[in-house]
């Protein structure tokens, strides 16, 4: 067993007693390996990072984790690999590391804070201490309660922004902005590590009719429900499901391959159906159905990712074309020279 890289938000991290991650760190990513010298693609592996996972888990044949958003502490990440004559190696490979907190998160900083506010309370205490000890320590606890108010609602408040800035108020899906942005990281994330980059482009069948019939209200309300089933396919840390615009969504599935792309595409193809939704006003089923379009590409330099949309969007308009409910895969791009 062997990790071969430690990124943190893209920069490599060199092995240490415990490495050191600088504060504010969104996004981290651990490749692994394991020496095979027979059938290499049939080698399993699972992970475990201590201090955050609770169990174990099973990566199948994929050999990378990724974490995001980790809270300041140690952690130590684990992980262990099967051969093909099913025989778990236990003692694997380690990396330990820190997350360094920010400023705000130190308890010198703490300590400040805590300091300045007993020597405030202090003050005012020795100034109103000989007519109004009681009304005094009675204003202090309503200073105290104020300031935790105000903290919270503040806090509230950025939570609030961040998220009406990075998601679909109704379905609660990353936005289109949100995605074109993961959508280019993924592209150079695939290009460094030469793995294949998968997208799923899904469109609601004859939505317009439903809405139509049903009213507005409802037409979110299915919006909603089939948002669900779609996200409900996409478990993969480092995969996104968006609300494209309208009744189309997107799905990115970095480091897939085209057939596990169109497995998940036929997942959700069947969640959504499953919902039985009814829609009187489609000609192709008697519940709302979805038709979807993949597309799978190798980034390469040069290269961009709007020629893969083009790609799952043409896919998407031939499921249109072949009669909706369905799963298209655009056929494999020419051998770049």
């Known amino acids: 067993m062997k990790i071969e890289e430690f990124l943190a938000d893209g920069a490599k991290v060199q092995p240490a007693t415990e490495a050191a991650i600088p504060p504010g760190t969104r996004n981290l990513e651990v490749r692994y390996t394991a020496l095979s010298f027979l059938a290499p693609e049939r080698v399993l592996f699972r992970y475990q990072l201590e201090g955050y996972d609770d169990r174990w888990i099973e990566a199948g044949t994929r050999r990378i984790a990724y974490y995001t958003a980790l809270p300041p502490a140690r952690y130590r990440f684990r992980v262990v690999a099967c051969n093909n004559d099913g025989v778990w190696n236990t003692t694997g490979a380690t990396f330990e590391f820190r997350i360094r907190p920010r400023f705000y998160q130190t308890w010198p900083f703490r300590a400040v804070v ?17 007519v109004r000890v009681r009304a005094l320590s009675a204003r202090q606890a309503e200073l105290e309660e104020v300031v935790e108010l105000r903290t919270a609602e503040i ?33 150079r994330r695939c290009l460094r590590l030469q793995c294949p980059l998968s997208l799923v482009f899904i469109d609601i069948d004859h939505f317009k009719p439903y809405n139509d019939a049903y009213g507005h209200l409802d037409g979110d309300g299915c919006l909603r429900r089939v948002a669900e089933a779609i996200a409900s396919q996409v478990r993969r840390p480092g995969d996104i499901a968006a609300r494209y615009g309208g009744e189309e969504f997107a799905v990115i599935l970095a480091d897939t391959p085209k057939e596990g792309a169109s497995y998940v595409a036929e997942a959700q193809r069947a969640a959504v159906e499953s919902l039985a939704i009814p829609h009187g006003t489609s000609p192709v089923s008697s519940v709302v159905t979805v038709s979807l379009g993949v597309a799978t590409t190798m980034p390469w330099n040069g290269g961009a990712a709007e020629g893969l949309l083009g790609r799952a969007d043409a896919a998407l308009y031939r499921a249109k074309a072949a009669g909706r409910n369905r799963v298209v895969v655009a056929e494999d791009e020419p051998e770049r020279l």
Not at 165 to 180: C, E, K, P, Q, V
């Open 155 to 187: 806090k509230r408040a950025n939570l609030e922004l961040e998220w009406l800035a990075a998601m679909d108020s109704l379905t609660g899906m990353a936005n289109h902005r949100t995605f074109h942005e993961e959508l280019n990281k993924e592209w």
């Open 114 to 130: 805590l300091l300045a506010l007993t020597l405030a309370g202090y003050i005012l205490f020795r100034v109103r201490v000989m």
